[in-house]
């Protein structure tokens, strides 16, 4: 029996960072939304699979790709944080956690509004990208802040929408 309470350490912090869907260390709200659901259920069945596999690559490179996205989709909406003055608190207002709440009630549907038509008439988002939860907090963070209308402005200049895409439509919010 070994006695050493470091011995599991480098396992555990692997793990945390194979559970770790945001690429945030310790984050704990993987798995709490639709999307999150979603990476972590490609998490575990890349992880049944032989290293060896096709089958095992692709997953694993739909996991990366995942992750990338969204880490991409996060700068984004940071620099345009950092851009409105709020450099001090950009990662904060972009911090959501399974203990996070809509600051007023009220706010829900503007806050999908305001999501939906960023989605529609912004390239914030990549073209086959669902909307997340996650960011219906943060636009309700600037509704409270009253720099919603702000946001979008500066999404709609450094983000335009690119013509030559087609319109897929509206894209269902995850409830």
Do not use: C
């Not at 194979?18 to 069945?45: C, F, G, K």
């Not at 990366?64 to 909406?77: A, C, F, G, H, I």
């Not at 669902?130 to 509704?143: A, T």
Request: glycine residues 2%; hydrophobic residues 35%.
């Amino acid at each position: 029996s070994n006695n050493n309470p470091y011995a599991s350490f480098g396992a555990t912090l692997a793990w945390d960072e194979e559970q770790n869907l945001w690429s945030t260390p310790h984050d704990v709200t993987h798995t709490e939304a639709d999307d999150d659901r979603v990476l972590y259920n490609m998490i575990v069945v890349r992880n049944q699979l032989d290293k060896d596999s096709e089958e095992w690559q692709k997953l694993n490179y739909d996991i990366y790709t995942l992750r990338q996205t969204r880490k991409e989709v996060r700068s984004r909406w940071k620099h345009i944080l950092e851009d409105l003055g709020f450099q001090k608190e950009a990662d904060s207002l972009l911090s959501v956690t399974k203990l996070s709440i809509i600051s007023d009630s009220q706010n829900m549907s503007k806050a999908r509004d305001i999501l939906l038509k960023l989605s529609e008439e912004t390239n914030i988002f990549p073209t086959s990208w669902e909307l997340s939860e996650r960011y219906l907090f943060v636009v309700d963070r600037l509704i409270a802040l009253d720099a919603a209308d702000e946001f979008f402005k500066m999404a709609s200049t450094v983000y335009p929408k690119r013509p030559d895409r087609g319109d897929e439509g509206p894209r269902a919010l995850h409830s």
